[in-house]
């Protein structure tokens, strides 16, 4: 039972009339009748006003269910994809560490601090939300294989490079729209304003004692630069990863370090020697001073004194003779060798 | 009766009818243009306008970028970047004063600031690059040849990084570009002998250095060490110089308590001191 009516109804009645064969308005609290032909049941729809148009639908058709080939149902299902289209594309949640910068139309209408907001909805407004206190990293030279990112020091050295360059959002605003492509930008800064500071220093202050000072001065180079160029961008630091003489010179460098470590040693060895004559000086020379001073109150007591200390442990020990006249011998305790001898004939 | 008859009889399908009729024309005269584009108009092949063009100085405030309106269908909006825009050269071989050879990579970077003539010369956005490129090459290599190798290591000469932009961005006008900075990212030796050959006199340093750090510990050890033997003699002289006889007497007795032991055979003559009170006194 086709309508012939167009969906404002038969040319000059009313938008509200219809039913089933002109016989007034169908009460709209009533069941509507069965599913005819079509078991397609109908999609579950929210929002009074789209109920009050399914209902104006219902009423027109009679109470069919309207199928895909009726105007009514396409209405209602592209007003209520418009409407779900609006709300999500409205609101915009901004993270903390998060900015929206809103571009309406294309042109730059504002930017959203952190927070729940409401914009016109896309495509009229669109908001790009980019980190403004996130850190990101750019690493510049080879960390991994045995490609090197070697730079010239300024005593005509080489020395291979790897390093990385912490870099935070300072300005939304001149990051989207003052630079084509600000990432490329940092690396290609970074190279330059890390070469030129190593160029200034020597090897060794590159590869180990002044290499904190050389990230900052290149950190520092870097960031006038980047501002030259209104790129929006705060540099937080650079980090050396590694700063090492070419892979064929490692070796060489291992034997200075060998050299330096051995020349300490001795060096270090000489002192213990010092020290050690010094204190056996000391005390030996403190012995006889003692000694001395005795001597000194009593010269001939203390020499008989020593002399006779010295026997008492000497003697015991030895084997002794003692020659009583010209040519007899008497031997004593210890001296039964000596004894035997004279004693063979 | 047709459908399509019985439509054009209905005030609603006329319409709907001018309802798309508005929505093609305005989507043929409408364009948006974003803060990080200008536009050119062109209508029949000339050009009537510019919207939102580059003026130095000028922040997002006073943009006329947004939502644009012209003439529909015989106007041609192009659309052209106007945020600083960049390219990079690399492995550039650059002949240097002094003869030697030195590899570069280089970047630039350039605004496009009339874009009508950027379109009559370059044709396309794109193309200003490719255009640019063997112009910043050549430069490099002019630049280079006047410098000696050492100016160039390190991106360091400020100097060279200048008048390579001078002579690019002469040439960038000619495209309708301005280019604000030329800088070298990386200038080192090309790979081959003559890497080989500073790394052959690195080594030499650096054995060298080797050898001289270990004859100056030596050195300092010996003196150490001599010096240590002069404080102690001065320690022993002090004291025992101060009666080199009872010395001897004292030096001896120690000698004779460590050497005279077992095995050793003693002689005593009765007229030995120390068999004089045995003999029964003087």
Known sequence: MRNEDGPWGAGGREPQGGGEGGLGPRNPWTEPPGPRKGERRRPALTGSALEALLRRGRERFGGRLPEPRDRGFWIGGIVSLLVVWVLITSFHRIDPEERGVVMRLGRYAGTLAPGLHMTLPAPIDRVEKLPVEQVSTTEIGASAGDSENLAVTSDGSLVDLAYAVRWKIADPEL?????????????????????????????????????????????????????????????????????????????????????????????????????????????????????????????QVTRQRMYFDMMDEVLPRVDRTIVDAPGVTVPITGGSRVAADEAKP | MSVLARSMRQPAAWIAGLLVLILVVAAGSLTVVPETRQAVVIRLGRPVGFVNAWRPGQGVEGSDAGLFAHAPFVDRVVLVDRRMLGFELQDQELGTADGGRVVADAYARYRIVDPLTMLKTAGAEGKVADALSPLLASALRAAAARRPAAALYGGADEGLARDVRTALDLAARHFGARVTDVRIERAGLPPGAATEHMIDRMRAYREQQAVEIADNGDREAAGIRAQADADAAKIYADSYGKDPEFYSFYRSMQSYRKTLTTGTAVILSPDSDYLREFKGGR
């Open chain 1, 175 to 299: 990051y989207l729209f003052e630079n084509k492509a600000t990432d490329d930008l940092i690396r290609q800064a970074a190279e330059n304003a890390m070469r030129s500071q190593v160029a200034r220093a020597t090897s060794d202050q590159v590869t180990g004692t002044d290499q904190d000072e050389v990230a900052d001065g290149a950190a520092q180079r870097l960031q006038a630069t980047l501002d030259g160029y209104h790129a929006g961008v705060r540099v937080v630091g650079i980090a050396i990863r590694k700063a090492a003489p070419p892979a064929a010179l490692a070796e060489t460098f291992r034997t200075v370090v060998d050299a330096v470590q051995k020349a300490q040693a001795k060096v270090s060895a000489a002192k213990v020697y010092a020290l050690q004559a010094a204190s056996k000086a000391e005390s030996e020379t403190a012995d006889f001073d003692k000694l001395y001073d005795q001597y000194r109150l009593a010269p």
